[in-house]
């Protein structure tokens, strides 16, 4: 099979009882091997599949498609994934889950950076891949359900104001652009000021994955949304995790 051109697969009836069906997921890898596992795990979760081997080809399809998920290779041919990440971005948001062959920290932040929701070291679990999107797809069906949610109003810790309904953060009445994940990450510490939080709540609450072998996944998110809102308002509490700060007493919801 050609890697480069983009494939798709239809379903039966069965299908559309699984947890992913109808949805659609853009695989972009220039491993051939790679490629053809992923889009057969995704597929046997009832998702729609097409694949790019290159970054060119991966924002062609994108456009042509409109996937809901992006799974996304940061080395490529043509352009890089964190190219290929921009683009999409500028166009739709959509969630990108990175894929990255280098346990490199700084890597993994650029990425973010950029827009990814998420990251993935390889070699990786297959398994793992697949909650992950389920995970990723569903936090975008929250962010359209937010303004119902209990916490639907705005919450004020000194100079941080997250507005929940609009899914939007300001830091000195500066908007904060944050990935999603990020917003979800920091609503979580948010929702109870001062307490530490352990690295396996914060990936139970925000990632859906209860496996202590992501927690590093935990300490790159933090990384980055310290960068954005400020290091001094998540402390470290080393050995265990991670606590917003905030003014005594902190505020609630509004």
């Known amino acids: 099979m050609d890697h480069h051109r983009s494939t798709t697969q239809s379903h039966g009836g069965t299908a559309a009882a699984t947890p992913g069906a109808q949805r ?9 091997t790679i490629t053809e596992a992923i889009a057969a795990r995704l597929r046997a979760e009832g998702f729609q599949v097409r694949t790019a081997g290159d970054g060119p080809a991966a924002v062609e399809v994108f456009e042509a498609w409109q996937p809901d998920l992006l799974v996304l290779d940061v080395m490529l041919p043509g352009f890089d994934g964190l190219e290929v990440c921009r683009r999409v971005q500028a166009q739709r948001p959509v969630p990108v889950l990175m894929l990255t062959a280098r346990d490199d920290e700084t890597d993994m932040l650029v990425g973010l950076g950029v827009g990814a929701d998420d990251y993935m070291t390889k070699p990786f679990s297959m398994r793992e891949l ?7 797809l569903r936090r975008v069906e929250r962010a359209t359900l937010a303004a119902t949610a209990p916490h639907s109003g705005t919450l004020r810790l000194g100079e941080l104001e997250i507005d929940h309904a ?18 979800d990450l920091l609503v979580c510490l948010a929702n109870s000021p001062r307490a530490v939080l352990s690295r396996e709540q914060l ?7 209860a496996d202590a072998s992501g927690t590093r996944t935990v300490d ?17 509490v080393h050995g265990v995790g991670y606590a917003l700060e ?5 505020s609630e919801w509004a």
């Open 220 to 236: 790159s998110h933090i990384k980055a949304l310290r960068r954005k809102i400020g290091a001094e308002r998540i402390r470290t």
């Open 24 to 32: 659609r997921v853009l695989v972009v890898e220039d491993d051939p």
């Open 130 to 136: 697949v909650a992950r999107a389920h995970v990723l």
């Open 203 to 209: 990936l139970a609450e925000v990632w859906d994955w």
């Open 166 to 183: 609009q899914r939007r953060v300001r830091v000195s009445g500066k908007d904060v652009h944050l990935t999603p994940t990020e917003f």
């Open 246 to 250: 905030a003014p005594a007493p902190a």
